[in-house]
């Protein structure tokens, strides 16, 4: 090898040993270290705001510091005891092969540009419908996260129903076309506006129709909706919402969209991958009669961010909707193009993390993740929720649940029983041994459950209930 080459080579792995010595202490301290950071935006920018220096630094001591300077203002959210927010971890496999992503620095746009990137992508979009219970003749795209994944799915939903009013929106844009109108529930995730939004719909084309009491769309209000515009109609399904894990009924709703002409697309950033448990599947009845589909894999799958996945049934209107072409890009047709189906033009090869969870946990470590994770969440809920001045909210079906606490003082109202549930969500926070978030509910102040990761445990959940007991004596 000539010497810069050697030099060069050195130079790159002196550093990745630096990044895997911090990596290694990282995981070891996992358990010891407080689960949230408690740091200040401005301390944070005390030890990370350095002034740009004229010249450069050694990579391996620009690693060191860079751990030093941020590791106290990390989360340990890729530990046992992270429960706000839906995160999840990462997986051994997946981790490292995310590592090697960056390593082989990979542009997945096309098979010509890196061949493996995109026969893995072809090989693990596969196995995804198959866990996930799709349609064989689904296409997909391996995005950023649930939100591309609902861009891309409602791009493709665009596309169909503006061209079943005989308009080419990838021609003629949004101008004077047929107006689209989204109908879904009360209960849908923020994302999906923004993904109108993004789309040029706006968010004014999103209708919310109340959730019933279970937090489900109701069939006849949908159909009602349905009647009032006789446009372009997309109808958008929840599979699993954010705070209960709830479903929509696929089997009754599809049919009331289908009559109507609709387009439907789902929302499972997480919820989808209960189709991967026998226990859990009925939740998901009819969903495969769906024309689109978003889910991610940086959350209940535990792979590093960035991944989100979207499936569409309807392929050429995904890849009319996405598909972009230059004459020096050396199209083969020797394999399924990323750039057909993905918003993006260079890319991350995000297929081979995906690839490397599913094949360290095969079907049944999938289903097993899946279930583990739920029943976890079931035990957190209830040991909470038993506590005295707790009151669990919600029984989960899935990895979401919630509780909340009530303020002991005679004739406490609801702000208070607020103050008094953030007051200790607050406390257990600050006293590191777990991590939740909060969340106005239906006129309640409440703690969010959710159990995403795949390191989550029996002791995490003991200490974890010993944690909300401590806190509440103490607040
Ligand atoms: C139900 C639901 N849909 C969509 C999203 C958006 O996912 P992402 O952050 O991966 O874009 C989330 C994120 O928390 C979610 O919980």
New binding site residues.
């Given amino acids: 090898m000539p010497n810069a080459e050697t030099a060069q080579t050195a130079a790159l792995t002196k550093t990745l040993e630096r990044a895997l010595v911090h990596a290694k202490a990282f995981f070891e301290g996992l358990g010891e270290r407080r689960v949230g950071s408690d740091l200040t935006a401005d301390a944070l920018r005390r030890t990370l705001g350095k002034p740009l220096a004229e010249r450069g630094v050694d990579p391996g001591q620009v690693i060191d510091e860079l751990v030093r300077d941020a590791d106290a203002g990390l989360h340990a959210s890729v530990g046992g005891r992270f429960y706000a927010?839906?995160l999840g971890g990462s997986l051994p496999a997946a981790l490292a092969a995310d590592w090697l992503v960056s390593v082989w620095d990979q542009n997945a746009g096309m098979f010509a540009v890196s061949p493996s990137s995109a026969i893995v992508e072809e090989v693990a979009g596969g196995w995804l419908k198959d866990v996930l219970r799709l349609p064989e003749h689904a296409s997909f795209a391996f995005v950023?996260?649930?939100?591309?994944a609902?861009t891309v799915g409602l791009a493709a939903a665009r596309w169909r129903v503006l061209n079943r009013h005989n308009w080419d929106v990838e021609k003629d844009g949004l101008f004077g076309a047929p107006s689209i109108r989204i109908f879904t529930s009360s209960e849908c995730?923020t994302?999906?506006t923004r993904a109108a939004r993004l789309l040029g719909m706006g968010s004014g084309c999103v209708e919310f129709i109340p959730a019933d009491d279970q937090g489900r769309l109701p069939p006849e209000a949908l159909r009602e909706a349905l009647k009032t515009h006789a446009g372009p109609k997309i109808v958008v399904l929840?599979a699993?919402?954010?705070n209960l894990g709830v479903f929509d009924d696929f089997e009754r709703l599809v049919p009331i969209a289908r009559e109507a002409g609709a387009w439907v697309h789902v929302?499972g950033?997480?919820?989808l991958w209960a189709n991967a448990s026998g226990r859990r599947r009925h939740l998901l009845k009819g969903v495969e009669a769906c024309d689109s589909w978003?889910t991610?894999g940086?959350?209940w799958l535990n792979v590093p961010y960035d991944s989100?996945i979207a499936f569409v049934a309807d392929s050429e209107a995904h890849q009319a909707a996405m598909t972009s072409r230059a004459s020096y890009m050396m199209d083969e047709g020797v394999a399924r193009e990323q750039v057909d189906f993905n918003p993006e033009f260079s890319r991350r090869a995000r297929g081979f993390p995906i690839y490397a969870a599913l094949r360290e946990l095969g079907r049944e470590g999938l289903e097993a993740m899946i279930d583990r994770t739920s029943d976890h969440c079931a035990a957190i809920a209830a040991g909470i929720g038993a506590l005295d001045g707790a009151e669990q909210l919600s029984v989960p079906e899935i990895n979401q649940a919630l509780v909340r606490f009530l303020d002991p003082k005679p004739g406490a109202t609801e702000a208070d029983h607020a103050r008094h549930t953030d007051a200790v969500i607050a406390r257990i926070n600050a006293d590191g041994e777990a991590f939740f978030g909060g969340v106005d509910w239906r006129g309640k102040r409440a703690m969010r459950i959710s159990v995403s990761c795949w390191r989550t445990d029996e002791a995490d959940v003991a200490l974890t209930i010993e944690a909300a007991r401590e806190a509440l004596a103490a607040v």
């Fill in positions: 927010w839906v950023t996260g649930c939100q591309a609902h995730h994302t999906v929840l699993g919402d954010l929302d950033a997480f919820g978003a991610d940086h959350k989100g």
